[in-house]
Structure formats: structure tokens, C-alpha cells
């Protein structure tokens, strides 16, 4: 059982940064993948960035170049530094954790087994 949670969300201007944080209860050492996800109301929830026990990164192409995703193992917290924000980045952004092993990096919401309870992120024009 792994429990999560989120931090440092907030209000921020365009082309501000934030840094979000993800506090998970357990060791995270032994789990294969941990990820950010963001819903905005009345959208899917869509996978922003994920990284792997093995240092392999995914980002959706709309963050590239302006998000970096990071696990600091000794501390079970995951990281998403955001910059240059913009108002379409907009929304809850949640934790995952995928435990099960994988060849592939896992992009979908269901393989990822534990969940945090989000950090509202609100970018002003």
C-alpha cells in the first residue's frame, strides 16, 4: 500500500514556475513508474510526465522543454519542476504510482495503481 500526497500548487502568473511535490508513505525504490497527471474540468485526466525506476522519462509533447520530472528515492518524493507555465497548464494535478513491472513506459490512467488526492494549479493570463 502506498499512500500519496501533493504539494506546492498554487497561483501563478503566465511564464511563471512551480514546483510540485509528491510525499509517498512507503518506499517508492521498488515501484516501476511514478507520474503526474492533470485533469481540468470536464477533460480527461491526461498523463503530463512519468519516470521509471530505470530513469526512463515520459512527457506529453506540450510540456517538453518546460517540465522536468525527477525521484528522489532516499526521500519517497517525486518531483515536477514546471516553467514557463501557461494558462491551458491549468488544473489538478495528481501523483501516480504504476507498481508492476513493465517492459514499456505505462502512459495509461490504468496502470497506475495508487493515487494522490491532487494540487490545484491555476496559471493567470
Known amino acids: 500500500q502506498v499512500q500519496l500526497v501533493e504539494s506546492g500548487g498554487g497561483l501563478v502568473q503566465t511564464g511563471g514556475s512551480l514546483r510540485l511535490a509528491c510525499a509517498a508513505s512507503g518506499s517508492i525504490s521498488s515501484v516501476n513508474a511514478m507520474g503526474w497527471y492533470r485533469q481540468a474540468p470536464g477533460k480527461e485526466r491526461e498523463l503530463v510526465a512519468t519516470?521509471?525506476?530505470?530513469?526512463?522519462?515520459y512527457y506529453r509533447d506540450s510540456v517538453k522543454g518546460r517540465f522536468t520530472i525527477s525521484r528522489d528515492n532516499a526521500k519517497n518524493t517525486l518531483y515536477l519542476q514546471m516553467t514557463s507555465l501557461k494558462p491551458e497548464d491549468t488544473s489538478m494535478y495528481y501523483c501516480a504510482v504504476a507498481v508492476r513491472k513493465r517492459l514499456w513506459i505505462p502512459v495509461g490512467v490504468d496502470e497506475y495503481d495508487y493515487w494522490g488526492q491532487g494540487t490545484q494549479v491555476t496559471v493567470s493570463s
Open positions: 519516470v521509471t525506476s530505470g530513469g526512463r522519462t
